[in-house]
């Protein structure tokens, strides 16, 4: 009886390591992959990394190519794929602890994409006007047409934050990719300072709440003179530089830090004192609203050039702190600061927003959008349309940025899940 049971343990296992050899296989046969790895994971059977060819302009293939990196978590080729369309670079997925959140809750496969000019999936001699949304749509496009001859069940795209702008992006260019969409925390913004944040900052959360967020802002620029050599300190120990002057840091640093703070869900309580010392006060602010996200060089510049140029971005209402603030105003502070070399000269083009926002006012795809009711990225939310029967918002009650369908209510995650469910069984 002992020898029966080591053998069929046997058996199993060593039909387990000829089927993983089996996907191996059928991986590398895939046109267009190549350097497939296995990874380990603690949640997937099998787990590779692949790099697969892409056009750096999907119109002009003549114009070049790169390796764009896919990390493929199996499930069961019986199972649903979700596409995750990361909106940055995708180190995290490579940890053997990364399980996406759709996936658990519906023991799918996952295909997660870098997107492309981020990290690893940057072509040796990037261009800026190759870096389009059009040509992120056409590489999802070109990964799900690839991975559905071995996924042939049904597939949903999903992503946070720029994630979820890029689920939004590939779906309008390419609408019957997938089955469903869901997009967390998502914005859709109309210009380079859409102007729909600082409103939503002035009416966020409580007023005992903003008043105690303002009023650490206003402390923290009158005493600038002191804070300034901390800041100093703090920046060169960091290898930090800037095109502005010290002073003019602060004041951004001082601006976003309402911004950060409710995007974040940074609790009230943790506000220290207005009588804390000069050094608390200056933790608290860089641990919120750092300077490092003014610097130069930073891994964020390829996030800044595609917010400068179709995605949009936020703005900062000085009108508070006028009279304490070193700079005239904020406007234009995202070309000024945050553009690398080579791109300063970009210039806002409305046209992704419109042809979204038309997207989503004449069709009825699919879309179970998630959003924080108190993250400002939310003032930028989809649109709604009135009679979509496919369009379904849910607002975590007092979420930030972090909003999930595990963190929703109970009540709320069962309505998401029963929808869910439903399109699933009606593909």
Known sequence: MKHTFLFLVLSLFLSLQSFAGELKEKLERLKDVSRVEELASEHYSEKYLIRINQPVNHQHPEAGDFLQRVVICHVGTDRPTVIVTEGYGGNYALSPRYQEELSRLLNANVVFVEHRYFLESTPESPEWDQLTAENSAFDLHHITSTFRALYPGQWISTGISKG???????????????NFSVPYVAPLCRDVEDGRHEGFLRKVGTKAERRKVEKFQLEVLKRKDALLPLLETFCREKNLTFRIPAAEVLDYCVLEYSFAFWQWGTPANNIPSLTSTDRILFDHLVDISGPDYFAENQPNATFFVQAAKELGYYGYDTRPFRKYLSIKHAGGYL???????????TAFNPALYQKIYHFLKENDPRIIF???ELDPWSAAHAPVFAQKKNAHFFFQPRGSHRARIGNMPEETKEKIMQQIHQWLETP
């Open 370 to 372: 998630i959003y924080g």
């Open 335 to 345: 070309k000024q600061l945050m553009l690398p070399p080579g791109a300063e000269d």
């Open 164 to 178: 979820g702008q890029t689920t939004l992006i590939y779906r309008t260019f390419f609408p019957d990719d997938v």
